[in-house]
Each structure stands twice: as C-alpha cells, then as structure tokens.
C-alpha cells in the first residue's frame, strides 16, 4: 500500500477526529477551513455536538480573517465506524492513556479503510508505543497539534515504521489546511517544540510551588518581556490541568531525575476538581 497522496486526491474525502475535548474540537475546525467535511466522534455524544457546535460558531470567522479557504463543516456521529467510513486520515485525540490508545488503535485498524492514514495527536507518547493491534505500522504517525487555530504548527514523526512517502504527502497536503508541519528527524519523547515548553512549563510550576512567585505573576512577565498574549499558566488552564499532570507523569516515568514539585503542585488543583478553563476554574476562576 502506497500512501503517496495529494490534496487533490483527499480534498473530497472526510477526516476523522476521535476525541471531542479541548484539541480534537480545533483539529476538526481545521480540517473543514477548506470547505471539507470533519467527522467527530466521541464515547460521549454530547460532547461530539458541542464539538461540532465549536466548528460551526469557529469556523466563519476563522475563514474570513484568513482570506481564503470555504467554510465547511463538522458532523458528530455515534459510532466508530460511522467516522471512520471513507476517511482519508483519522486523528486520535483520546486522553493521554497509553492503554486506552493501544485499545482504540486495535478497533480503529479493524474498521478503517485500506488507505486510510493514522494519526495519534499524543503530546507525550511516541505512536510506535500504542501501534500493538496496528496490522500495517507503516500507516501510523504522530500528529502532534498544539492549540489551532491560533498555533498552527504541528509535529510529524514516524513511528519507526512509517512510509516516507506518508510523511512526504503529509507535508505537502497539511498546509492547504493552514496546519503547519515540521518532522521530527529521530524518536523523540515531547517531539520538537513540545521539548522546548516542558522545560518552560516545568520551571514556571517549580518557581511557584517553592513559593517564589504567584502563577500570575509569572504570565504578567512572560507577556511583558517576550509580548505573549498569554503566560504558562494560561496556556495550562487552557490545556486542562489534567492533560498536563499525565503529560508530566510520562516524563518523569522515563526520567526519575525531574524535580517533583510541578507535579504536587499539579495534584493539588486536579484532585480538588480544578482542571482550568474546562471545569472552570484552575489556576484562574472563569466562573
């Protein structure tokens, strides 16, 4: 099987999104900005409509302010199958469970059709970690996103096994999208950028678990001295503090060295309910 593909070949062609939470909905946004169909599903059809809600209310404007592309549109649906049928590519966006992952790639390598390519949006795990039940390796990737549609970049990297062209073809197609991809050259635990923003992240959670300073204080800095709209602490609460706490989990579970104050401090907010914009409150109350 050759996934040498162009957008020409895919532009009529659904994509999946499986997961409807904080990135899935905006991963769907993105791939109906060019007039295209995302098909949403998630165990909890609520969430795939207000998923599909997002898109609708999103996307207009999002089309308007960058001056090209159609408006499309996002569908939920009620099953697996349902989503997977005719898709070009699917995108996992299911929490960060290495388990979890294993199990929905199993069901997905069943139903998907024979084209199809597979993308995990994992901010943490390497694909090759989850590609257990995957039959043909060589269609599975990591796709990495980081908030769209405001950060567009994305991280490509093959899971040992994948097809060069996959990752060629990839390239070519993601920006019709405004999705803009960069490969990572070797396996690497955090991809590319995501490397960068755990350090930052990370130093940032110590600096207030010591005591040093407020979250606040720390994201009035980074928005004064480097003119960031948002600090860290922000961009936590955006994520959801949860999705933080497993990303940290899985580093400190390859490196035993990590100070293990980011991760108390992360424990205090999640098990008291307080998982950021979500749940509306975290570092921040958005009641």
Same mark, same amino acid.
């Given at each position: ?10 532009? *009529? ?13 905006? $991963?769907?946004?993105? /791939?109906? @900005?060019?007039?295209? +169909? ?35 549109? &996002? ?7 349902? %989503?997977?049928?005719? %898709? ?10 290495? *388990?979890?992952? $294993? ?5 997905? *390598? ?29 269609? +599975?990737?990591?796709?990495? /996103? ?9 991280? +490509? ?9 996959? +990752? @060629? @073809?990839?390239?070519? $197609? ?7 991809? /960069?490969? &990572? ?10 490397? !960068?923003?755990? &350090? $930052? ?10 005591? !040093? ?5 720390? *994201? ?22 949860? !999705? ?44």
């Amino acid at each position: 099987m050759s996934y040498a593909v162009t957008f020409a070949d895919v532009q *009529d062609r659904p994509v999946a999104v499986l997961g409807a939470g904080t990135l899935g909905r905006r $991963i769907a946004l993105m /791939f109906a @900005s060019r007039g295209g +169909l995302s098909r949403i599903y998630d165990p909890d059809p609520a969430q795939a409509q207000a998923g599909a809600e997002f898109v609708a209310t999103t996307l207009p404007q999002m089309v308007a302010d960058r001056g090209s592309g159609a408006v499309g549109r &996002a569908e939920p649906v009620s099953s697996l199958a349902e %989503a997977l049928a005719g %898709a070009w590519l699917v995108v996992e966006a299911v929490p960060e469970r290495l *388990d979890l992952k $294993i199990d929905v790639w199993g069901q997905i *390598d069943e139903l998907a059709d024979a084209g199809t390519i597979f993308a995990t949006n994992s901010s943490s795990y390497a694909s090759r970690l989850m590609s257990e039940k995957v039959r043909d390796k060589s269609r +599975l990737c990591n796709m990495h /996103f980081y908030m769209p549609p405001r950060s567009n970049a994305v991280d +490509l990297m093959s899971d040992g096994q994948t097809d060069p062209e996959l +990752l @060629s @073809s990839l390239q070519a $197609i993601l920006p019709e999208y405004d999705i803009h991809p /960069f490969v &990572a050259m070797r396996e690497s635990t955090g991809f590319i950028f995501n490397r !960068v923003w755990a &350090a $930052i992240k990370r130093e940032s959670l110590q600096v207030v678990a010591e005591g !040093v300073a407020r979250p606040e204080d720390i *994201d009035a800095m980074f928005r004064l001295n480097w003119h960031m709209p948002v600090g860290p602490f922000q961009m936590m609460d955006s994520v959801g503090l949860d !999705v933080v706490l497993d990303i940290e989990d899985h580093y400190a579970a390859e490196n035993p060295h990590l100070p293990e104050g980011p991760r108390r401090l992360l424990h205090e907010y999640v098990d008291a309910g307080k998982l950021g914009r979500k749940s509306g409150t975290g570092f921040y109350d958005y009641s």
